[in-house]
């Protein structure tokens, strides 16, 4: 019963990101980060939230480790 919906599977580790955000550095230099941010991520993981939120329906399988 498909309703025209797509649906996409994906199958890829799952993992944290860190994302840190400064202002420019010149090489050698140090500087204090302006923001710090956790979050879910992993290169198939990125891409089954992004499909999701255009509307697919999604699956993945992962390991924990």
Do not use: E, F
């Not at 599977?9 to 860190?18: M, N």
């Amino acid at each position: 019963m498909n309703d025209g919906t797509p649906l996409v599977a994906g199958a890829g580790i799952c993992c944290v990101d860190y994302i840190v955000m400064s202002p420019n550095v010149k090489w050698g230099d140090t500087v204090h980060m302006s923001k710090y941010i956790v979050q879910g991520g992993g290169l198939v993981g990125t891409a089954i939230v992004a499909c999701a939120r255009l509307g697919a329906r999604c699956d993945m399988v992962s390991l924990l480790g």
